[in-house]
């Protein structure tokens, strides 16, 4: 196995105390987190949140997405809760990287919605891989989510991993006038189950 646990530390923020994780991905040199609050090794299924990377919305919060919304939301449920597991991933722009997501940001100024854009730079639509959410879970010894998502790909590809979905859990936040056309986009062309 390529990915290795390398050290754990308490993160206070606004909505708690949580613990995070570190893990390296040795065949991509990719760094990813998972931030736990509670207990989430006893056999009951766990609140968690499979967050990719967004510069631009998580900590830039930009409008332009729904990502910072959803992170935020996914922290305050699961402090709400008392358990439960974040798992932040690098791969930004679904998979692109951060260059390619501005690129793909000057398409979407001129009219391509986001599969367009990165279509027209030459990528998938979705190029985010979750295998590394099966050893950052069998290191917390979670196997059973209650997961936080409208994406049901998401969904297939966590349970594609053995990683028991018991659950999914609609996210309503975040919508704006700025991402109506980005938010239409995951419904209509990358089957993103989004209530209004």
Not at 109 to 119: I, P, Q
Request: proline share 2%.
């Amino acid at each position: 196995m390529s990915v290795k646990f390398v050290e754990a530390c308490k993160l206070p923020t606004q909505w708690g105390e949580f613990q995070m994780h570190g893990f390296y991905d040795e065949a991509t040199g990719k760094e990813h987190i998972a931030l736990t609050m509670g207990d989430v090794s006893s056999p009951e299924p766990v609140l968690a949140r499979v967050h990719s990377e967004c510069l631009t919305g998580d900590a830039l919060f930009s409008l332009r997405c729904d990502c910072g919304a959803q992170l935020e939301y996914g922290l305050a449920s699961i402090a709400k809760a008392g358990r439960g597991v974040l798992l932040y991933l690098k791969q930004e722009g679904r998979g692109i990287g951060l260059l390619n997501k501005v690129k793909a940001y000057q398409l979407q100024d001129g009219g391509a919605d986001t599969v367009e854009a990165n279509e027209s730079l030459g990528f998938g639509a979705d190029l985010r891989d979750y295998s590394i959410c099966q050893s950052m879970l069998a290191h917390l010894s979670v196997s059973q989510l209650r997961l936080l998502t409208n994406n049901p790909k998401k969904v297939a590809a966590l349970t594609e991993l053995g990683i028991e979905i018991v659950e999914r859990i609609a996210i309503s936040t975040g919508r704006n006038s700025h991402n109506e056309k980005y938010l239409d986009t995951k419904v209509g062309k990358l089957g993103h189950l989004i209530k209004e």
